[in-house]
């Protein structure tokens, strides 16, 4: 029994040291080191903190090692990767892989743009009952085109605006005969066919589908990297007013614009900019995407914003930390301004993602124009420690103060900016 007792009494002790050891500080810390470390030439990331460990790399001369007795960090010196080895008491605990990349920077935005989007195809945003001496009817709907459809050919001949398309009808409808539609709904594309009908009041053959072929609005400009003149701005895509989905680019236009006045937000209620296009004809840059990280394209000239005209350094979303922070925008006229924000939570992220950031609204100046977060306002780009790290994306309808932000690495993905090139 002696044994017995002894036994369990040493295995009590030891699970509690093993529990111990779990929840001390040290440990904690060595589990939080990372397997994989990304960094730029020229920057510091701080590997280890409060842990007695030492760090030798493998000889590639890519990174240096600042040791301290309790801490270690990391110093980009040239592009490409690198092992290094952490040791504890002379024996080796963990491996990690660092890759260095080329020092990379952007123009940070916050100026109002005007945004002209013209669709691939035409847009169908709803059915229209034609009235004809059998009842009323429509012939789209008979052919199964759905709200959100978009129509990209008509009998194999392509259809870029709403003008293509009454030639068509009005030829089918006389010869008595049908269309062949092409259509893309979401990711597929099918043909159906469709018979226009005669009204009877006006005599005209209709399809009866009300469709679109563009759309406009305002946003924010996020970045420029002036070597590509490539742009993002938005941070979420643009979607159709009526279908709720998001619109399929052709082409567009970027022009400047002038915030006229501000909706403020209130809980349950999304504020807005208004604003107004500054010159239609002055076209400062294209579109080429449409997606969930915004708008992008090329900038014909460089836009300042009269804050900050020099390129930043980029955050990866690795880099991105809890904490104050600042973004640009604007909330009259056409002038940028800096306004305190917090990041309150960040995610890490190794795979594109639309909401990588919790931030919220601290300064009292911005509070005090708008209530936060409101719409016109996304694209914001997001500044901490002298480095463009995001854009402003989504307000909280419940808490108009806070809401979600994009890291710029995923952006920077979607402009086609390939900041792991060497």
Do not use: C
């Amino acid at each position: 029994m002696r044994k017995k007792d002894l036994r369990k009494t040493i295995g009590i002790i030891l699970l509690v040291s093993l529990l111990a050891i779990g929840f001390s500080k040290p440990f904690q810390s060595y589990l939080s080191i990372p397997t994989n470390v990304t960094i730029f030439e020229g920057q510091t990331h701080q590997l280890v903190d409060a842990l007695p460990v030492s760090a030798t790399g493998s000889g590639g001369n890519h990174l240096s090692v600042l040791q301290q007795p309790s801490s270690i960090a990391i110093a980009g010196e040239s592009v490409g990767t690198e092992d290094l080895v952490l040791d504890f008491a002379g024996f080796p605990v963990k491996k990690v892989d660092v890759q260095v990349l080329k020092d990379f920077k952007v123009i940070p935005g916050g100026q109002s743009i005007g945004v002209k989007l013209n669709t691939l195809g035409v847009l169908v945003v709803g059915h229209h009952l034609i009235p004809t001496v059998e009842g009323k009817q429509s012939p789209g709907e008979i052919a199964g085109i759905q709200i959100g459809d978009m129509i990209t050919k008509i009998n194999g001949q392509t259809i870029t605006s709403m003008a293509d398309v009454g030639s068509f009808v009005q030829k089918a409808g006389t010869e008595n005969g049908s269309m062949e539609l092409t259509v893309q709904r979401d990711q597929k594309t099918f043909t159906t066919s469709l018979t226009p009908l005669q009204d009877q009041n006006d005599n005209n053959y209709k399809l009866g589908l009300y469709i679109r072929d563009s759309a406009a609005g305002i946003g924010t400009l996020t970045f420029y990297e002036p070597t590509s003149h490539k742009y993002g701005a938005l941070g979420h895509v643009i979607s159709d007013m009526d279908t709720k989905k998001p619109i399929v680019v052709r082409d567009g236009e970027v022009v400047r614009s002038t915030v006229t006045s501000i909706e403020k937000g209130l809980n349950g209620n999304p504020g807005e900019k208004l604003a107004r296009f500054k010159d239609e004809r002055h076209v400062v840059g294209n579109i080429f995407r449409n997606s969930p990280y915004g708008i992008f394209g090329e900038l014909h000239e460089q836009l300042s914003n009269g804050i900050n005209d020099k390129a930043l350094p980029i955050a990866l979303s690795h880099q991105v930390k809890e904490g104050p922070a600042k973004i640009y925008t604007v909330v009259e006229g056409d002038k940028v301004e800096e306004y305190e924000i917090e990041i309150v939570s960040t995610i890490p992220q190794k795979f594109p993602a639309t909401k990588g950031m919790v931030i919220k609204i601290t300064d009292p100046k911005l509070l005090e124009a708008t209530g936060g977060i409101v719409q016109g306002m996304s694209g914001s780009p997001i500044i901490q420690d002298n480095k463009v790290v995001g854009a402003v994306t989504h307000v909280f309808v419940n808490d108009p103060t806070s809401g979600y932000g994009v890291h710029i690495e995923w952006m920077l993905h979607e402009a086609g900016i390939n900041i792991y090139a060497d």
